[in-house]
Nanobody, 121 residues
Framework: EVQLVESGGGAVQPGGSLSPACAAS????????MSWVRQAPGKGPEWVSS????????TYADSVKGRFAISRDNAKNTLYLQMNSLKPDDTAVYYC??????????????RGQGTQVTVSS
């Protein structure tokens, strides 16, 4: 059974940083491209970033480019998202998911509990 457990969210002021993580199990993580998506209150899911199996191929949504950094540790079956220069518009529940997604691909409703990120002064 695929399990994805997100952690590391929180509440910060604009300009702050957070580093959510996603612990994966139940599938061959090192062979699986991964992505982060987010969902803000009252809005549909939004793709944030994707990473290939070796961590070489990486893409970001324009809204987070230059501020967020995705990475993975295949030895630990863990996906990360370093979030810097956070803005109020980044407020959302953040989910990790399998697959190499993009802004043009339709997103399924996120599963799992996600991790809440709140950016507010």
């Amino acid at each position: 059974e695929v399990q994805l457990v997100e952690s590391g969210g929180g509440a910060v002021q604009p300009g702050g940083s957070l580093s959510p993580a996603c612990a994966a199990s139940g599938f061959p993580f090192s062979l699986t491209p991964m992505s982060w998506v987010r969902q803000a209150p009252g809005k549909g899911p939004e793709w944030v970033s994707s990473i290939g199996t070796r961590g070489v191929t990486i893409t970001y949504a324009d809204s987070v480019k230059g501020r967020f950094a995705i990475s993975r540790d295949n030895a630990k079956n863990t996906l990360y998202l370093q979030m810097n220069s956070l803005k109020p518009d980044d407020t959302a529940v953040y989910y990790c998911t399998t697959g190499f997604l993009s802004a043009t691909k339709p997103l399924s409703p996120p599963r799992g509990q996600g991790t809440q990120v709140t950016v507010s002064s």
